[in-house]
């Protein structure tokens, strides 16, 4: 097999994986066992003695997704290929389809982004019960599929590690280092270096977009309101990049739709209606900014679909304005 070259592999029990040979795979003593590959899902090793056969595509990088039944068994740690589902398996996918025209450098940096993802962030939910993994993927695939951006994957990679600085800033600082986190580290010495782990792995506009786009430190001796304004203002400044709306806007579109309570008990009912509130008093701002902006002549976004995404947060401004009790 050709280095760099894609093939299609039939295996002895029947599966069959497309991917691109970037490594051979070889014994202590240098002896070739088999070859590595990247497919769509992520990593794989196959043995000689797996392959029955292998058939040369003429295509420099992946276009289909593999079937189903395809067996994912990831470089990195076994676990991972067990804690992605199908529904995370499905929007992966989406992505390779949507941006059929990546390079195989592209398309090796979506899938390892995939793979931190599913460390990081396995199957922890959201305060609405979904899988915090899938509202990753979600902002990266409606990017494509709904803003029609497709060009840039350092876009599509940062729009799946948007929430990563926020919601595991401890594990990326233990990546970095290679041990557990010091407890004399501050925030901001922590985000640095968790940054630089970022660029070091994924290049330096993904580490310099998810930073930018990583919420300010909250301290304690602001209130809510407080909280908010200096939220606000950070976006305002954050959106004039037209990327950075982008991912912003796919990140607020998607949590405007789990805008809604999802109480485990009648004593739970109280404590998250105020939380809905919260979350009312926060968005709120924002649906009435992001719909400036998204009139702006360098927004790229399809004018038909302007006027679907506008209506939305129309929708949502309403909703958001009767949890607070302002008149229409």
Do not use: C
């Amino acid at each position: 097999y050709s280095l760099g070259k894609t093939y299609t592999f039939t295996l002895l029990q029947g599966d069959v994986v497309t991917g691109k040979v970037v490594e051979y795979w070889r014994t202590a003593k240098g002896k070739r066992k088999g070859v590595k590959i990247v497919s769509p899902l992520g990593r794989q090793s196959l043995h000689y003695t797996e392959i029955d056969k292998a058939t040369r595509q003429d295509k420099s990088h992946v276009r289909e997704s593999p079937p189903p039944e395809t067996r994912i068994r990831p470089e990195r740690k076994p676990s991972e290929a067990a804690l992605i589902g199908e529904n995370q398996k499905t929007l992966l996918r989406r992505i390779f389809e949507l941006g059929e025209d990546f390079s195989p450098e592209a398309v090796a940096m979506i899938t390892d982004a995939a793979a931190l993802m599913n460390e990081l962030y396995g199957m922890r939910e959201r305060d609405d019960g979904t899988l915090a993994l899938n509202h990753a993927l979600r902002a990266a695939v409606r990017i494509m599929r709904f803003f029609e951006q497709r060009e840039d994957p350092d876009l599509i990679v940062a729009a799946m590690l948007h929430d990563a600085l926020e919601d595991h800033l401890d594990e990326l600082v233990g990546y970095a280092q290679g041990k557990p986190v010091s407890t004399g580290l501050s925030e901001r010495q922590k985000r640095e270096i968790a940054a630089t782990y970022l660029r070091s792995r994924f290049g330096r506009e993904v580490s310099m977009r998810v930073s930018a786009l990583s919420n300010p430190e909250r301290t304690e001796e602001m209130t809510p309101q407080e909280n908010n304004a200096r939220y606000l203002e950070h976006v305002k400044k954050l959106i004039l990049s037209p990327k950075n709306f982008y991912i912003k806007l796919s990140d607020l579109l998607d949590n405007s739709f789990t805008l809604k309570i999802k109480p485990k008990s009648r004593e739970d009912m109280h404590k998250q209606r105020q939380k809905l509130r919260q979350r009312a008093e926060k968005y709120l701002p924002l649906y009435i900014l992001f719909r400036e902006r998204l009139d702006d002549p360098d927004i790229a976004i399809p004018e038909h679909k302007k006027q679907i995404i506008t209506s939305i947060l129309q929708t949502k401004q309403k909703f958001a304005e009767r949890i607070l009790g302002i008149p229409a």
